[in-house]
């Protein structure tokens, strides 16, 4: 019994193709754990969309990429002087983010990558009179850059990346590629009329991949259930029942990514508010599991553990029998699945 992942291929394949319609030259990305579906998966999907370039996290996801996809790697991580080496085939591009990166890679295909709002990497306006030395030793594939996915200060996607085209004309670099990150298709057709002699070409994952969420789903496998009167112990920290109810063991655990969450940026005062709550709860040993019975998401009744995860079901709630599947709402991003199922 396991926990899968159950995938309308023909529904998440739909949605990809019109992903694809809107942006066209798209390079999809595939890196971290394949946004949940693996690199092997997501490489045969590039291809069938006729992708001619995959997009990476890593030089290791490249090198592992590379069995699987037959068109050029591009390398999202910016090259540092010193890296441990990994042999990648020609058709490896990778990102650079200095001046020192460029001369550091002599005779390889990079990508420049310019510094946004976004403030992680990539070279400044004042490096831009430097890189014409520079690029002479590379085979420069074009410019990048990799905007915010929010602009709470109301600035616009266009005018930063117009901003950035004008300062790399102004330094006679050449704009025959601009690679973007977080662009709409209506702000994407806007920069390529404003600069109709360079080739935009967007670089999209979680759209791309997890923009239907409809398309697919995380099950778990009941393994066991267990009837429980309060007061009696149990689980690895023997605790005390609270109430009579069902201990509910299903397929999941801390090995798939249950009961990781990641930080979230929050806005406005409710969501702070439920979020003060949460942790609230969690002080007492009330933590939310991400699986679903009879309507609800079911509180976990201890930690989860390595492959399972032990669930609590009050006594007014009829428990599920074993090899019944319980849905999960889980993070594509940080789950590992058992077993994966087209249907």
């Known amino acids: 019994m396991a926990l899968t992942l159950y995938v309308d291929s023909a529904r998440w394949r739909a949605h990809q193709q019109s992903v694809a319609e809107q942006f066209p030259g798209l390079v999809p990305v595939c ?13 045969d999907e590039a291809t069938r969309l006729g992708a001619d370039t995959l997009a990476v996290g890593t030089t290791y996801e490249a090198a592992k990429t590379k069995d699987y996809f037959s068109g050029d790697l591009l390398v999202l991580t910016p090259y540092r002087l010193g890296e441990e080496p990994v042999p990648l085939p020609d058709r490896a591009i990778r990102s650079v983010s200095s001046v020192e ?38 085979r420069l594939e074009g ?56 080739r935009f070409r967007a670089r999209i994952g979680t759209r791309l991949w997890l923009g239907d969420h409809d398309a697919t789903e995380y099950r778990g496998a009941v393994l066991d259930v267990t009837r429980i009167a309060k007061g009696e112990r149990y689980g690895y920290r023997q605790q005390k ?22 930080p979230k940026a929050m806005h406005g005062l409710m969501p702070r508010a439920k979020g003060v709550a949460r942790a609230g709860l969690a002080t007492v040993n009330r933590n939310l599991s991400p699986f679903v019975w009879a309507g609800k998401q079911r509180w976990f009744a201890e930690p989860p553990h390595m492959q399972v995860s032990i669930l609590f079901l009050p006594n007014d709630v ?26």
């Open 31 to 43: 890196k971290g754990n394949g946004y949940g579906f693996g690199h092997e998966r997501l490489a």
């Open 101 to 138: 990166g460029v001369r550091g890679l002599v005779g390889a295909r990079v990508v420049i990558e310019v510094m946004s709002s976004m403030k992680r990497h990539g070279v400044s306006e004042d490096d831009l009179v430097k890189l014409h030395s520079a690029i002479d030793d590379v």
């Open 241 to 262: 029942a609270a109430d009579d109810g069902h201990l509910v063991v299903v397929a999941g655990g801390t090995s798939h990514g249950v009961g990781l969450e990641a």
């Open 318 to 343: 009829a428990p599920p029998a074993v090899g019944d599947e319980l849905v999960a709402h889980l993070r594509h991003t940080t789950t590992t699945f058992d077993r994966s199922v087209d249907r």
């Open 143 to 198: 410019f990048a850059i990799h905007l915010p996915l929010d602009r709470t200060d109301g600035s616009d996607a266009v005018e930063e990346v117009f901003a950035w085209m004008e300062r790399l004309r102004a330094a006679r670099l050449p704009l025959g590629r601009m690679y973007v990150s977080h662009v709409k298709a209506n702000e994407l057709a806007q920069l390529q009329q404003q600069f109709p002699q360079t």
